[in-house]
């Protein structure tokens, strides 16, 4: 079966890719290249002895997404993960947010629509909970208002999907994750930020390797136990295997509703602090942070109950924050040597 992975050089699809070519999957990558670069590819057939079929495109351009899919008619399944993804950014420059992230995402779908069936799995976030009222979080918890453009983004996303679900031949599950980290375990493939990364641990192993000065701890005042922010931190391996049984899920039709939600996380909470002194432990660095004010769009504390994901998909997440931390370090060193 062709299974099409937009943005699939990137984090979270690039592992997606190689866990779908481990389990014999044709796979099919666009990417525009934005965050991303080629040599992800030769990663991707260091580990599974294949190279999946590649084409640059940007979803945004409209013809060539109608192009893309008259020339790929035979595609069984899409894996949607293109996108924009930073909270920060989204803040100050909410149009690229809007345009990148729905714009693509209804090109996509207004082609699948015209097969006679489509399942498509859409890289969601938990941050369409906003700040949920209690932990942890399951999928029935109200949708609160976004805390940023980005979270935005997520929620509109979902709704476009619902609707379109609910007229058209398409199948979806949405899978809302919570903090992708680490890499995988042959340091083939790994987090590969573009300039200063927006995202946490990056930062740190960055920090770690000595290429930043110093981490900045955006906030020491929240109501958690350390007074820094709480996040469920998931091995990115552990989020990839999740899709490829989604997706299954659907192909072999054992959905119970034309549109699924899971959330995808360890169930566990970590602080900002936790998991600097997990980095500290297994790297044996001392890590060099300052506080400073709260960002804006941050929430004070998110982590997933993971039962429904747990039950319905069979799927669980097996790595500590331990051995996530060590991967993404491992990989920090591979890549800077």
């Not at 979080?137 to 609707?163: F, H, L």
């Not at 994750?177 to 573009?194: K, R, V």
Request: charged fraction near 20%; glycine fraction near 8%.
């Amino acid at each position: 079966m062709k299974i099409l992975v937009t943005g699939g050089l990137g984090f979270i699809g690039s592992h997606t890719v190689v866990e779908l070519q481990n389990e014999g999957y044709e796979v099919i990558v666009v990417d525009n290249l934005s965050n991303t670069s080629l040599s992800v590819l030769d990663g991707i057939q260091n580990i599974t002895g294949k190279v999946p079929a590649f084409e640059k495109l940007d979803l945004r351009e409209k013809e060539k997404v109608q192009d893309f899919f008259k020339r790929h008619h035979d595609i069984s399944g899409v894996i949607h993960f293109a996108a924009s993804k930073a909270v920060g950014e989204s803040v100050e420059n909410p149009l690229l947010y809007y345009e990148n992230n729905i714009n693509a995402l209804v090109y996509v779908l207004q082609e699948l629509q015209q097969k006679p069936e489509a399942n498509f799995i859409f890289s969601s976030s938990c941050t369409v909970y906003g700040q949920a009222e209690t932990m942890p979080i399951t999928e029935n918890a109200s949708i609160q208002t976004a805390m940023s453009p980005y979270g935005n983004t997520k929620q509109i996303g979902e709704e476009i999907i619902t609707d379109t679900a609910k007229v058209t031949n398409i199948n979806a599950i949405l899978l809302r994750y919570f903090n992708p980290i680490g890499a995988h375990a042959s340091t083939e493939i790994g987090e590969l930020p573009i300039g200063v990364p927006q995202n946490l641990v990056p930062f740190i192993t960055q920090t770690g390797f000595g290429l930043r000065k110093e981490l900045s701890v955006y906030g020491d005042d929240y109501p958690t136990p350390d007074g820094t922010a709480v996040r469920d931190y998931i091995h990115v391996v552990d989020l990839a295997k999740a899709h490829v049984i989604a997706l299954q899920r659907l192909l072999n039709k054992k959905n119970t509703e034309k549109v699924e939600t899971f959330n995808l996380g360890t169930g566990t909470g970590s602080s900002v602090l936790e998991v600097i002194h997990t980095f500290e432990k297994v790297s044996g660095k001392k890590l060099p942070y300052k506080i400073v004010g709260r960002r804006e769009g941050d929430i004070t504390s998110a982590y997933a109950n993971t039962d429904k994901a747990n039950d319905v998909l069979g799927w669980q997440a097996q790595s500590t924050l331990e051995q996530a931390m060590a991967s993404a370090w491992k990989w920090e060193q591979k890549i800077r040597s």
